[in-house]
């Protein structure tokens, strides 16, 4: 069925440091992907998206690029702050606007 | 972008009663919204998709007797955990969508932390 694995955390990281965090998914077609923030307390908060095959989603220094032939969508920062730290939801969107959404990644970026 | 505000943010309540949760779409319409439940350190789980003017549709294993979802506008939808029990307790988030086929995003509430005891 349709499925989405992330790298189990909590991954912690001292600050500047490079964050990767790995997302596979499976699905049929060919679903919008994206990568969610939570905030401790808070609902979810979309960091980025891609659409199709080789899209780069980016912002707030995040990337993920959407490889179909490997059905991942890992995301990547080059410098992580404090301000990072929060658990990262990798999900895929297939028909009826239903999200499944993978485990979650707890980040602790310690100064 | 678009803001999904729900209400509270958190409760306390006794087994046995009844709690209501809303979540209302501040600058859009809504014809569906989603629930989603999250234990702790754990993803969302999809618990229903809400429909305006029309029943929710509950995902598997989903009680939709303790759990009552009205659509009743555009702009609001609302959870009602009826019964509640401490294994209700757990963070309830909303979310709502705008626009149309893949372009659609997805909008969450601030979610709502229930503890019964």
């Known amino acids: 069925g349709d499925s989405v694995t992330q790298m189990e955390g909590p991954v912690t990281l001292s600050e500047e440091a490079f964050l990767t965090i790995n997302c596979t998914y499976t699905?049929?077609?060919?679903?919008?992907l994206f990568w969610y923030v939570q905030y401790p307390g808070e609902g979810l908060q979309l960091l980025l998206k891609a659409t199709k095959a080789d899209d780069k989603g980016s912002n707030k220094g995040f990337e993920a690029t959407y490889r179909k032939e490997t059905t991942s969508f890992h995301l990547e920062k080059g410098s992580v702050q404090v301000s990072d730290s929060a658990v990262y939801f990798c999900?895929?969107?297939?028909?009826?606007?239903?999200?499944?959404f993978g485990g979650g990644t707890r980040v602790l970026v310690k100064p | 972008g678009a803001v999904v505000s729900q209400h509270p943010s958190w409760v306390i309540c006794k087994s046995g009663t009844s709690v209501k949760i809303e979540c209302r779409s501040l600058d859009f319409q809504a014809t569906t919204m989603f629930w989603y439940r999250q234990f702790p350190k754990q993803s969302l789980m999809l618990m229903a998709t809400?429909?305006?003017?029309?029943?929710?549709?509950?995902e598997q294993g989903v009680e939709k007797d303790k759990f009552l979802i009205n659509h009743a506008s555009l702009t609001l939808s609302t959870l009602t955990v009826t019964s509640a029990h401490p294994e209700d307790s757990s963070f309830y988030i909303c979310s709502a969508h705008t626009g149309t086929g893949m372009y659609t995003e997805a909008f969450f509430g601030q979610g709502t932390r229930l503890t019964v005891v």
């Open positions: 699905a049929t077609g060919y679903p919008s």
């Open positions: 809400s429909n305006e003017g029309s029943k929710a549709t509950y």
């Open positions: 999900a895929f969107k297939a028909a009826g606007n239903k999200l499944t």
